[in-house]
């Protein structure tokens, strides 16, 4: 019993690798325990290793272990998985066991990006009423609100996603208070979320600059491109570090998120500029016109994935078109690369510029492009903020920053092709019409170019 509770006091601290050495000694000793089993399940479910997860909390439902959470968890590793159909009977089952507004907050993900944001949102309503405080509840109506373009709400209820994702906890800085707005006062402004996310909130810095002193902690990565880009400002490129040092010595009197930023500078479609805020110095290029492009994205969680990525060798009709092609692909690709190269196509490697650990050397090489086409992915944001012109193929219901209608208000140089369909057959369509305008871009048939 001692080793259960550690393991699970492990767990609940997010030490998820001490935790699954006990767990895992444990269900050697028990393998056909089924709350070992879900509780293991729902650990890979939080850690991204997927297949795991629907493995245990399977046999753990098959073992009779049919509690509301267990099956709620099991729907929601197969949301991850891209399973809708599987996924929706396992919530709709656990709604009925015990509709806590946990089990509804996990449900009302569910339609998080999949183009039923009012059914969202009742749901996640319903699970407020039951649980006032819950924060994934919170957080799952904020972004619909914000996918609709519902901003002043929206902004309202983001904040409770920082405690929703465990991101608030980690980033104490010293202890300082939150901002509440005033002017004239100095903040340390901290990056959250993924590196694309912080470059697209880097957007509202100017913003606060105008009234206020920053000091701003940013992911290591991108701690070049901001110090160039915003000279003003210390940076620290210390968001993974759990308690920096420097934050104790720092004389800023409050703290903020960065994307917090946006219930102050962001409550309208007219408060986004639009323009580019980043700066790179270009790599040299030849005559020909640079394209750069990108085909994969999502990140660890497999339904994601499949909803932004277009096979490269689906590209036909655009890599056949008289331009330099530069890949910006971050992932390992080198077989998808060598197979279009033996039809024919051309695309050039610069991986110490894409897989840099430097941001800045990513942006030298985007900023030497005259357009990127890309699926859903950092580089998106990268080219937005340097005003790049930039061509996006997204899913037909894309996450909140791209917006379920209209264009991406964040950056003037990007341009969405919005795919038809809800699954993989719409992309044909949308690579013949950015196939067609490409064309009729590198033929001098338009002047405009995003």
Known sequence: MEQWDKACALHLARDFTEAEKLYDELLTQNPNNPGLLATL???????????????????????????????????????????????????????????????????????????????????????????????????NLSLSLLADGKWEKGWDEYEWGLKAMGLRADRALGGKPEWDGTHGKKIIVYGEQGIGDEIMFASMLPDLLKTNTITLECHKRLKTLF?????????????????????????????????SLGKYYRRSRESFPGTSF??????????????????????????????????????????????????????????????????????????????????????????????????????????????????????????????????????RSVRLYRSPEIDQTGWPTVIERVALDLDELLNGKVQKIA
């Open 41 to 139: 399940g729902t650990m890979y479910c939080q850690t991204g290793k997927v297949g795991l997860a629907i493995c245990l909390l399977e046999y753990a439902v098959r073992l009779g272990f049919k509690q509301s959470d267990v099956l709620s968890n099991l729907g929601l590793a197969y949301k991850f998985a891209g399973l809708r159909e599987k996924s929706l009977k396992y919530f709709e089952e656990s709604i009925k066991n015990d509709p806590s507004g946990s089990v509804l907050a996990n449900y009302s993900g569910l339609f998080v990006e999949a183009g039923e944001d009012e059914k969202c949102r009742s749901i996640c309503k319903r699970a407020i009423d039951l649980e006032p405080d819950h924060p994934l509840a919170h957080w």
């Open 227 to 259: 110090e160039k880009s915003f000279p003003g400002i210390v940076c620290h490129g210390t968001r993974e570090d759990l308690d920096p040092k420097w934050a104790y010595e720092d004389d800023s009197e409050y703290r903020m998120s960065i994307g």
């Open 278 to 411: 980043l700066k790179a110095e270009p790599l040299p290029k030849g005559k020909k016109f640079r394209i750069g492009i990108s085909w994969t994205g999502g990140g660890q969680k497999v339904g994601r994935v499949m909803k932004r990525s277009v096979p490269l060798t689906w590209w036909k009709s655009i890599l056949k078109m008289d331009a330099e092609f530069v890949s910006l692909q971050y992932t390992d690709c080198e077989e998808e690369l060598k197979l279009v190269g033996a039809l024919g196509y051309d695309i050039k490697r610069m991986d110490e510029y894409v897989k840099a650990e430097d941001y800045y050397e990513t942006a030298k090489l985007v900023a030497s492009c005259d357009l990127v086409i890309t699926i859903c992915t950092s580089v998106v944001h990268l080219a937005g903020a340097l005003g790049v012109p930039c061509w996006v193929m997204t899913p037909k219901f894309p996450a909140w920053r791209y917006q379920n209608t209209g264009g991406m208000p964040w950056y």
